[in-house]
């Protein structure tokens, strides 16, 4: 064996005795902690935090509201202090478990309740002053770089996919997030002792930092090279567990699929088996992270001869000791708990989507008309998506000054047309012949922007049509206008009216209330469910399988804009979406028939089972 096979073997044998030495108290920890969690501070949390916000006058945050409510000092008053909440509980465990690791290091048995108040304590800093960058390191820098610390209750948080889109269209922002991802990957290597110096030396933020950076001073690549091998092994093994399971429940399924009572007690018993699995991996895989950063902390201390304080940190004033049968007993009950409830969530998601979308599938929107296959919002693209078979064409109206209603996106014309006029201010007979499809490709170059009667007259009874009201302010009569030409037309029950504007949708149901409305809106948090609509049109990064349950138990539709790629296509399937707004219809409508094949939906009925324990 050479020496750095020699080296992998030792650092492991420490790292795994870090964690053995007081195994039960790690283990009832983080049971009650990630029950805590997930039963109180993180439902507890968001029910508050939609409470406070209500009673501001912001019962749902939605992209026509929210920068109001960012002017707003007492709504900002109340997202610091909810993100407040969040950080100290995923620095709690922080601290708690390098107390833990402390004492295990020196060979010190502890006690739980002793172990918990001393982890309080040291995370209750965090509302120091001087303290609060550590929120943005830990609700920022860790879920976004996701290198070596982690936490159950931080490591959702993600860039919106609309967002990530946005930097993906343009080379220069792309490069600039690139350097951004690289610049904050290389402070979470520099700062991950941060977090030590400040539970073990009661460091501020800065010179923990500072401290974090001496010690790493050349141990940085081989710090990175440890904890990549080390989560490696995690994830490795995670996936012998998962092929194995899915093995016996593909199996297994292949034999009850067709008969929905075996199928519901087989999700219901195997999803409890596969969740308690999970729930103990769970418990653990945070442990070994910091386990493996302890461990190098203690390493690179002796090696520069940096003394590392040695006195317990763990004073048990208390004479009552938790027995041993005692901490089993309530770890097993906390575990039991956790796969519960995870189990009940699993089964109500896959029931809800089982009884709605699952053997279907969601409706397919051709994004302003079949945009990837002619010029968007023109009657060309209409034919595109009527020839597609697409279920909706979605497209943008506007009214000119003359009181025109037409079908385009920009109220500028400028991208479109390479003229600088806009919509609003120019007479129908101005824009109309003008060429829009020449930039797209020549053949399309006598597109000219139609008019809203011309494009019902072309759909009507061969597509439904999703139009989205664009108000800039400047409109005579935009929404009676629209709805004038659809009564005209005989369309009401072929279309529907979405925008971005609450109050416009309010001037449709004023006008025409048997006309279904589809609110529009990039962020979706709170009761937004409530909103007299009939459709909610969210931005797909923000869909979650808990909007779209909270919205159909209303009796209403979810919508998911805008899905290009396959892996988000099936993510939206599997969430249980009622229609698609997509630019590819073929490959959307290809992807979604191949998840409804047998074979497929088996596999989907994995996905819900193995749904937690694979992300």
Same mark, same amino acid.
């Given at each position: ?46 029910? %508050? ?24 000092? &007492? ?14 509980? +995923? ?20 006690? &739980? ?5 001393? +982890? ?287 079908? !385009? ?10 003229? #600088? ?12 012949? &003008?060429?829009? +499809? ?13 008019? &809203? ?11 439904? %049509? ?23 037309? #005989? ?18 149901? !004023? ?105």
């Amino acid at each position: 064996m050479d020496k750095k096979e020699s080296n992998i073997f030792s650092r492991t044998k420490e790292i795994l005795t870090l964690i053995q030495f007081n195994f039960l108290h790690l283990l009832f920890f983080e049971a009650i902690y990630t029950v805590a969690g997930t039963m109180i501070i993180y439902p507890g949390g968001f029910f %508050l935090f939609n409470k406070a916000i209500t009673l501001l006058g912001f019962p749902y945050l939605s992209g026509s509201n929210f920068t109001q409510a960012l002017t707003n000092p &007492l709504f900002l008053l109340t997202f610091i202090c909810f993100a407040l909440l969040v950080a100290f509980f +995923g620095l709690l465990e922080f601290t708690t478990l390098i107390i833990l690791f402390n004492e295990s290091h020196f060979r010190r048995k502890v006690q &739980l309740i002793p172990l918990c108040i001393e +982890g309080t304590k040291r995370a209750l800093k965090i509302v120091k002053a001087k303290n609060l960058p550590f929120v943005i390191f830990i609700l920022i820098i860790i879920p976004l770089t996701e290198f070596s610390l982690s936490s159950n209750f931080i490591s959702e948080i993600s860039i919106p996919e609309f967002i990530m889109s946005y930097i993906a269209a343009s080379s220069l922002y792309s490069i600039g997030f690139t350097v951004l991802s690289l610049f904050l990957f290389l402070l979470s290597v520099i700062w991950i002792f941060s977090f030590h110096y400040f539970t073990l030396e009661n460091s501020d933020f800065f010179p923990a930092i500072k401290k974090s950076s001496i010690l790493i001073k050349g141990h940085f690549w081989k710090t990175i090279f440890f904890v990549i091998l080390f989560n490696l092994l995690i994830v490795i093994l995670l996936v012998i567990v998962v092929l194995v399971l899915e093995v016996i429940a593909f199996f297994i399924l292949g034999q009850i699929l067709e008969h929905p009572l075996a199928l519901s007690i087989f999700i219901a018993t195997f999803g409890f088996l596969v969740s308690g699995l999970f729930t103990i991996f769970q418990l653990l895989t945070t442990s070994i992270n910091l386990a493996v950063v302890s461990q190098f902390y203690y390493t690179y201390s002796a090696s520069t001869h940096l003394k590392v304080n040695s006195e317990s940190l763990v004073k048990d004033k208390y004479k009552a000791k938790v027995k041993r049968k005692t901490i089993v007993t309530i770890s097993i009950i906390m575990v039991f708990l956790f796969t519960t409830i995870n189990s009940i969530v699993i089964f109500n998601t896959f029931s809800e989507a089982f009884n709605d979308q699952f053997l279907t599938g969601p409706q397919i929107t051709a994004h302003r008309g079949g945009s990837n296959l002619a010029p968007e919002n023109t009657l060309a693209a209409l034919q595109k998506a009527i020839d597609q078979s697409a279920d909706y064409a979605e497209i943008d109206v506007a009214q000119t000054k003359d009181g025109i209603i037409v079908v !385009s996106h920009d109220n500028n014309l400028k991208r479109i047309s390479g003229k #600088d006029l806009n919509i609003w201010s120019s007479n129908y007979v101005d824009i109309k012949d &003008l060429d829009i +499809g020449s930039w797209f490709d020549p053949q399309f170059k006598n597109e000219h922007i139609p008019t &809203l009667d011309e494009a019902i007259k072309l759909c009507k009874g061969k597509i439904r %049509l999703n139009i989205e009201l664009k108000p800039t302010g400047h409109e005579a009569s935009l929404v009676e206008s629209t709805v004038d030409i659809i009564d005209q037309n #005989d369309f009401s029950n072929q279309c529907v009216l979405a925008s971005l504007d609450y109050p416009t949708l309010e001037k449709v149901a !004023s006008i025409n209330p048997d006309l279904k409305r589809a609110y529009i809106t990039a962020l979706a948090i709170g009761d937004i469910q409530k909103l007299p609509v009939d459709i909610y049109s969210i931005e797909s990064s923000f869909i979650t399988p808990e909007i779209v349950a909270a919205i159909h138990r209303e009796k209403k539709e979810v919508l998911a804009w805008t899905v290009e790629s396959q892996e988000l296509t099936e993510k939206m399937v599997k969430i249980g979406v009622d229609n698609i707004i997509t630019d590819d219809v073929t490959q959307t409508r290809k992807t979604i028939e191949q998840m409804l094949e047998p074979r497929e939906l088996i596999d989907r009925i994995n996905d819900y089972i193995f749904a937690d324990l694979l992300s």
